[in-house]
Nanobody
Framework: QVQLVESGGGLVQAGGSLRLSCAAS????????MGWFRQAPGKEREFVAA????????AYADSVKGRFTISRDNAKNTVYLQMNSLKPEDTAVYYC?????????????WGQGTQVTVSS
């Protein structure tokens, strides 16, 4: 059974940094692209970043480009999101997800989320 568990969220002042982690189990982690998404209150979930199994060509939303860095450690089955220069508009629940390699939704397994709150 695939499980994704996020951690590392919290309360931080604007301009600060946080590092989110997502520990994966029940899958051949190194074979999958992994992504981070976020959902702010009253808004739809949005894409933040993704990284392929080979770690080449990470993708970022324009809103976080240059501030956030996605990385992964395949030996630890973990994907990370380093968030720097945080802004109040980054406040959201952050989710990691596995990109589907077959038919169906683009991302098929999700974690429970971790809250990130940025105060002004």
């Amino acid at each position: 059974q695939v499980q994704l568990v996020e951690s590392g969220g919290g309360l931080v002042q604007a301009g600060g940094s946080l590092r989110l982690s997502c520990a994966a189990s029940g899958l051949t982690f190194s074979s999958y692209t992994m992504g981070w998404f976020r959902q702010a209150p009253g808004k739809e979930r949005e894409f933040v970043a993704a990284i392929s199994w080979s770690t080449s060509n990470p993708a970022y939303a324009d809103s976080v480009k240059g501030r956030f860095t996605i990385s992964r450690d395949n030996a630890k089955n973990t994907v990370y999101l380093q968030m720097n220069s945080l802004k109040p508009e980054d406040t959201a629940v952050y989710y990691c997800a596995r990109r589907n390699r077959g038919s169906g939704p683009e991302y098929d397994y999700w974690g429970q989320g971790t809250q990130v709150t940025v105060s002004s």
